[in-house]
């Protein structure tokens, strides 16, 4: 994928995702919590924003539960798989 795509890790429930938030927050990566685009899912919530690759950050937490991932070129949201 191009550098300047987005991704976006959706996680099991918010817990994960404020685990993966406190780890995150030691590390020099760009990211942030939004709420989930509604193009992904119904369900409130907030995920993981990122022009990281989920791979690199996935390897700090892998104690959280990562649901999907997806990464938005700037046109449309597709699966992304390792």
Same mark, same amino acid.
């Given at each position: 994928?191009?550098?300047?795509?987005?991704? &976006?890790?959706? @996680?099991? %429930?918010?817990?994960? !995702?404020?685990?993966?938030?406190?780890?995150? *927050?030691? %590390?020099?990566?760009?990211?942030?919590? !939004?709420?989930? $685009?509604?193009?992904?899912?119904?369900?409130?919530?907030?995920?993981?924003? %990122? $022009? !990281?690759?989920?791979?690199?950050?996935?390897?700090?937490?892998?104690?959280?539960?990562?649901?999907?991932? @997806?990464?938005?070129?700037? *046109?449309?949201?597709?699966? &992304?798989?390792?």
């Amino acid at each position: 994928m191009q550098r300047d795509s987005i991704y &976006y890790l959706l @996680f099991s %429930t918010i817990h994960d !995702v404020l685990k993966a938030e406190k780890r995150l *927050k030691e %590390t020099n990566f760009d990211f942030e919590l !939004v709420p989930v $685009p509604r193009h992904l899912s119904s369900d409130c919530g907030v995920c993981i924003k %990122t $022009p !990281v690759s989920p791979a690199e950050l996935l390897s700090l937490i892998p104690e959280a539960e990562t649901e999907r991932c @997806f990464v938005f070129d700037g *046109k449309e949201y597709v699966t &992304y798989s390792r």
